[in-house]
């Protein structure tokens, strides 16, 4: 890619797209039964179309009754959902405090000056949509962008090219044990500090992270691995991707649920303590690869 795009035109921005409301109205009748229809529904829209038309949106609120307003509440609500066209590859870049004064805002400009857009936009080729947020809830690691669900920490500008590079190549194609963003992590349960890991299953060859679970009436065990920036799990039931699970301590039986909300999806966060000091929070719903590292407590 080359460095400094042309900016695409303001006419350009809000495109128009064609919208066939016969697929809406498939996926509306798909998930008619289902809980929480309206988020599933959009889900799968957006999946379709990239973003959510507003004529889209429109054939929701006609053939299900529900206020166009509200439709757009939720819309706009979730980041997960876009009323713009994103782009393949989305980059967040972290403007809260702590990476604000270590140097976000000029990591943002090599981003810009790189990709040849301002935060907001995508690039004329839809490959990348490049967006700030208020903070990711690591904040002893700033600056801290994530690209595609990876977490990346300390962003320097000399960084930003390879970090372009590296999504175009493609960033899930990870080698466990050689990707420096994967480390092991040690946790316990938050609410009675008994250690949750289990040294009887291993994942990615590391003892796994043992939670139980519940979701769509069903009720069973989960395990995590617990390398950081792996996304492997075994479980006693099938997860459908969407579906957002409540966890539970194994030991106490609590449920661990934080006061975060997940930045990618809206679903609740999940919060683990990292032995050592610190806290490690994940996204409760299923294929969200949203997740938090705070290290600020431990002693690094």
């Known amino acids: 890619m080359k ?47 990239g973003c959510l038309p507003q004529e889209a949106l429109r054939v929701v609120a006609d053939r299900t009754g529900r206020s166009l307003v509200d439709i757009y509440g939720v819309a706009t609500f979730y980041r997960s959902f876009s009323l713009q066209p994103r782009g393949k590859h989305l980059i967040s870049a972290c403007q809260g405090t702590a990476c604000h004064v270590r140097g976000g805002p000029r990591v943002v400009e090599e981003f810009e000056r790189q990709l040849g857009i301002k935060s ?14 208020n903070c990711l809830g690591a904040c002893a690691l700033g600056p801290v962008v994530v690209i595609d669900g990876h977490y990346f920490s300390r962003v320097r500008k000399s960084k930003v090219r390879q970090l372009i590079d590296n999504a175009l190549e493609g960033l899930d194609n990870i080698e466990i044990g050689e990707d420096k963003r994967i480390f092991p992590i040690d946790v316990s349960c938050p609410r009675c500090n008994h250690s949750l890991m289990d040294e009887s299953l291993t994942i990615d060859g590391h003892s796994s992270i043992r939670l139980t679970v519940s979701f769509d009436h069903k009720h069973g065990w989960l395990r995590l691995s617990s390398l950081y920036g792996s996304y492997n799990i075994s479980a006693e039931h099938d997860v ?42 994940i996204c409760s719903r299923r294929g969200c690869k949203s997740h938090m590292l705070d290290l600020s407590g431990a002693n690094i």
């Open 240 to 281: 459908p991707a969407g579906t957002v699970v409540s966890f539970f301590c194994p030991h106490c039986h609590k449920k661990l649920v934080g006061s975060w909300e997940c930045p990618t999806c809206g679903a609740p966060m999940v919060p683990m303590i990292v032995r050592g000091g610190g806290m490690v929070q």
């Open 120 to 133: 907001g936009e995508t690039t004329p080729d839809k490959e990348f949509t490049l967006e700030t947020l």
């Open 3 to 49: 460095q400094g795009i042309a900016i695409r035109k303001k006419e350009d921005v809000h495109p128009q797209q064609d919208v066939d409301s016969k697929d809406i109205q498939r996926i509306l009748e798909k998930h008619d039964k289902t809980r929480g229809a309206l988020i599933a529904v959009l889900e799968e829209i957006q999946a379709e179309y």
